[in-house]
């Protein structure tokens, strides 16, 4: 018998940029540059994991398909526009390439999983450990009837695996070897149902493959974005789109929870879930890019999300509209590459941000010039919104970063209450909707005058973080982008010198300066990537087009090998950081292409 833990078998997990995204529209799964799934969820983004090796080691679960013999190369790529990856793997002795995919077009939660012999004879093995609840529970695994495959059930769930060889048990895992010789293949399906139901039916895996590529392939083809980097916008497009949730048009942040924006940090947070803000902002790239079906689905989800009261309204909630995301601490994994807490839910869920109204105002207004059908409720639930934002403007909030050292009258999210008011009122004129023109029109102007008075200090010639702070924030670029002061205004000029004087390093820009501890946690993190764009987007805006190409193109040269971004960078370890891939930072770049490009709707 082989050495099931021999030396090929690493104990942590890769760096996170040597991840690769799979995706059902539903759920998703991490795929190592060494064929080992690391991560998967199921049913639901937001599930508790079968395979946690991302934030622990694989005794957290994983499944890997390997050759016995040491690697001397990996290679991947998507096949064109789709979310289907192919690896390929080569030894001394051959070639073979892995593919992986999850079917868009089934019914289950499924991932296949293709070895095909390319040149030579490689020895191959499956590793298989499944482990429910973030790696904690074993299951109890039976033979399938009649085919080869095994049942794995604990407690609500169960994992089929079906195989076109024969699979043993060692030590707790599922395991098989098996040689690989030219056109060769070898197939393997996991599927996920209920525990109480019957083993779903075996699937049709050629002809899914064909499908799942035809329906991604016709989806990207809808992009009306043809410029200079059509390439990285339309991966971008993909991932966005991989991380609806089609059910019922949720849109999540990331597929991952606490991926640490400091490495061995205790800035790890759960990004499963579905942000106001980022859910609007993505839909003005997918909107922007000729995606309109999204939009709309987007929008019955947020009229069942927030449902019948404004005062109510949070900023951020589960797929289907749940509110309750209390977070906790999962004590058995010890974190990626031992970042802890491992936290699941997110207690930002009971914050305050203004910001949410004028992104939503914003998406709303790119809808409607976009020519996208509205209901008359779209336009009641922003009139209701807004309304329920005349009596909040003036409080302090928690700010987009979501700071936990306590609420603040942040600027960034004054001038977004302030554009949630601009967008209504043009849209009032230019839409001939009804509302209160002129109440609406005196708060705006108020909402300016008080920014301008309190939100820029003097002294440092700057917009500032909040009233009464002499420290700056990246979040402030967005002041000219929205049209708050046109970009040639004096004092837009010198914030933005002052944001590249206190905030750029390494070439790339830091959110704010960690060090003042407004955020409550005391540590440092990386750069964060989406505020890197807007820097590029400001220097467009100001006429800088070198200067933004040059920006653009060294962001785009830190995407991994296929095209995928975390949330942030550290320049100096030249590593990915943050939960990943980060919806955020791939709008950011939709975004910036499109602007760059001359291509942008507004």
Same mark, same amino acid.
């Given at each position: 018998?082989?050495?099931?833990? $021999?030396?090929?078998?690493?104990?942590?997990?890769?760096?996170?940029?040597?991840?690769?995204?799979?995706?059902?529209?539903?759920?998703?799964?991490?795929?190592?540059?060494?064929?080992?799934?690391?991560?998967?969820?199921?049913?639901?983004?937001?599930?508790?994991?079968?395979?946690?090796?991302?934030?622990?080691?694989?005794?957290?679960?994983?499944?890997?398909?390997?050759?016995?013999?040491?690697?001397?190369?990996?290679?991947?790529?998507?096949?064109?526009?789709?979310?289907?990856?192919?690896?390929?793997?080569?030894?001394?002795?051959?070639?073979?390439?892995?593919?992986?995919?999850?079917?868009?077009?089934?019914?289950?939660?499924?991932?296949?999983?293709?070895?095909?012999?390319?040149?030579?004879?490689?020895?191959?093995?499956?590793?298989?450990?499944?482990?429910?609840?973030?790696?904690?529970?074993?299951?109890?695994?039976?033979?399938?009837?009649?085919?080869?495959?095994?049942?794995?059930?604990?407690?609500?769930?169960?994992?089929?695996?079906?195989?076109?060889?024969?699979?043993?048990?060692?030590?707790?895992?599922?395991?098989?070897?098996?040689?690989?010789?030219?056109?060769?293949?070898?197939?393997?399906?996991?599927?996920?149902?209920?525990?109480? *139901?019957?083993?779903?039916?075996?699937?049709?895996?050629?002809?899914?493959?064909?499908?799942?590529?035809?329906?991604?392939?016709?989806?990207?083809?809808?992009?009306? @974005?043809?410029?200079?980097?059509?390439?990285?916008?339309?991966?971008?497009?993909?991932?966005?789109?991989?991380?609806?949730?089609?059910?019922?048009?949720?849109?999540?942040?990331?597929? #991952?929870?606490?991926?640490?924006?400091?490495?061995?940090?205790? &800035?790890?947070?759960?990004?499963?879930?579905?942000?106001?803000?980022?859910?609007?902002?993505?839909?003005?790239?997918?909107?922007?890019?000729?995606?309109?079906?999204?939009?709309?689905?987007?929008?019955?989800?947020?009229? &069942?999300?927030?449902?019948?009261?404004?005062?109510? #309204?949070?900023?951020?909630?589960?797929?289907?509209?749940?509110?309750?995301?209390?977070?906790?601490?999962?004590?058995? *994994?010890?974190?990626?590459?031992?970042?802890?807490?491992?936290?699941?839910? $997110?207690?930002?869920?009971?914050?305050?941000?203004?910001?949410?109204?004028?992104?939503?105002?914003?998406?709303?207004?790119?809808?409607?010039?976009?020519?996208?059908?509205?209901?008359?409720?779209?336009?009641?639930?922003? #009139?209701?919104?807004?309304?329920?934002?005349?009596?909040?403007?003036?409080?302090?909030?928690?700010?987009?970063?979501?700071?936990?050292?306590?609420? &603040?009258?942040?600027?960034?999210?004054?001038?977004?209450?302030?554009?949630?008011?601009?967008?209504?009122?043009?849209?009032?004129?230019?839409?001939?909707?009804?509302?209160? @023109?002129?109440?609406?029109?005196?708060? &705006?102007?108020?909402?300016?005058?008080?920014?301008?008075?309190?939100?820029?200090?003097?002294?440092?010639?700057?917009?500032?973080?909040?009233?009464?702070?002499?420290?700056?924030?990246?979040?402030?670029?967005?002041?000219? *982008?929205?049209?708050?002061?046109?970009?040639?205004?004096?004092?837009?000029?010198?914030?933005?010198?002052?944001?590249?004087?206190?905030?750029?390093?390494?070439?790339?820009?830091?959110?704010?300066?960690?060090?003042?501890?407004?955020?409550?946690?005391?540590?440092e993190e990386g750069a964060f990537l989406a505020c890197s764009f807007w820097l590029a987007d400001v220097y467009a805006l100001d006429g800088r087009k070198e200067a933004a190409n040059a920006l653009f193109e060294r962001l785009l040269a830190l995407r991994n090998d296929v095209g995928l971004l975390a949330e942030e960078y550290d320049a100096h370890q030249k590593v990915q950081l943050g939960n990943f891939p980060q919806g955020f930072s791939h709008l950011a770049l939709i975004h910036t292409a499109l602007l760059l490009s001359g291509e942008l709707q507004e």
């Amino acid at each position: 018998m082989r050495q099931l833990l $021999n030396s090929s078998f690493r104990s942590l997990p890769l760096p996170i940029a040597d991840y690769a995204l799979i995706g059902n529209c539903r759920t998703a799964a991490l795929i190592g540059k060494d064929c080992s799934i690391d991560w998967l969820c199921v049913p639901r983004f937001d599930s508790a994991a079968c395979l946690s090796a991302l934030l622990g080691t694989i005794d957290h679960g994983c499944w890997k398909l390997e050759p016995e013999e040491a690697l001397i190369s990996t290679s991947r790529q998507y096949c064109g526009d789709t979310l289907i990856l192919e690896t390929r793997l080569t030894t001394g002795s051959g070639e073979v390439v892995v593919t992986d995919c999850m079917p868009k077009l089934d019914g289950h939660t499924s991932i296949i999983r293709r070895v095909k012999g390319v040149r030579g004879r490689v020895r191959m093995r499956f590793f298989l450990r499944l482990r429910f609840d973030y790696g904690f529970t074993v299951p109890w695994v039976t033979r399938l009837h009649d085919e080869e495959g095994i049942r794995a059930i604990a407690g609500p769930d169960q994992v089929i695996i079906r195989s076109s060889i024969p699979l043993q048990s060692e030590e707790l895992n599922t395991v098989a070897y098996f040689e690989m010789a030219e056109q060769e293949e070898e197939t393997f399906v996991l599927q996920h149902a209920a525990s109480h *139901l019957p083993v779903p039916d075996r699937l049709d895996v050629d002809a899914l493959l064909n499908e799942t590529q035809e329906w991604w392939e016709a989806w990207s083809a809808q992009c009306t @974005y043809h410029g200079p980097w059509r390439e990285a916008v339309m991966r971008s497009l993909i991932v966005l789109k991989a991380l609806t949730y089609s059910p019922t048009g949720g849109i999540v942040a990331a597929p #991952t929870t606490s991926l640490p924006e400091d490495l061995g940090g205790i &800035r790890n947070w759960d990004y499963r879930y579905c942000w106001l803000r980022d859910a609007a902002l993505t839909l003005s790239a997918l909107i922007s890019c000729g995606y309109h079906e999204e939009a709309q689905a987007w929008n019955d989800w947020l009229h &069942r999300s927030i449902a019948g009261d404004a005062a109510q #309204t949070q900023i951020m909630y589960g797929v289907s509209g749940e509110r309750m995301l209390r977070e906790w601490s999962v004590e058995n *994994l010890p974190g990626y590459h031992n970042a802890k807490p491992v936290r699941i839910g $997110n207690a930002a869920s009971d914050q305050i941000q203004l910001d949410i109204y004028g992104v939503m105002a914003h998406v709303a207004q790119l809808g409607r010039n976009a020519g996208l059908s509205r209901s008359h409720s779209s336009w009641a639930l922003q #009139t209701n919104l807004l309304n329920r934002l005349e009596l909040k403007w003036r409080d302090p909030d928690h700010g987009i970063w979501e700071v936990r050292g306590g609420t &603040r009258q942040f600027v960034h999210s004054k001038v977004m209450a302030w554009l949630a008011f601009d967008c209504a009122l043009k849209d009032m004129v230019r839409y001939n909707l009804s509302g209160p @023109y002129e109440r609406w029109q005196e708060i &705006r102007e108020a909402l300016h005058n008080d920014i301008c008075s309190y939100g820029f200090n003097v002294g440092i010639g700057s917009f500032v973080q909040y009233y009464g702070s002499d420290g700056v924030d990246a979040s402030l670029l967005i002041l000219p *982008l929205v049209g708050f002061l046109p970009i040639s205004d004096p004092r837009i000029q010198s914030t933005i010198k002052v944001i590249e004087k206190k905030l750029l390093s390494g070439g790339l820009i830091r959110r704010y300066e960690t060090e003042d501890n407004v955020d409550g946690l005391n540590s440092e993190e990386g750069a964060f990537l989406a505020c890197s764009f807007w820097l590029a987007d400001v220097y467009a805006l100001d006429g800088r087009k070198e200067a933004a190409n040059a920006l653009f193109e060294r962001l785009l040269a830190l995407r991994n090998d296929v095209g995928l971004l975390a949330e942030e960078y550290d320049a100096h370890q030249k590593v990915q950081l943050g939960n990943f891939p980060q919806g955020f930072s791939h709008l950011a770049l939709i975004h910036t292409a499109l602007l760059l490009s001359g291509e942008l709707q507004e």
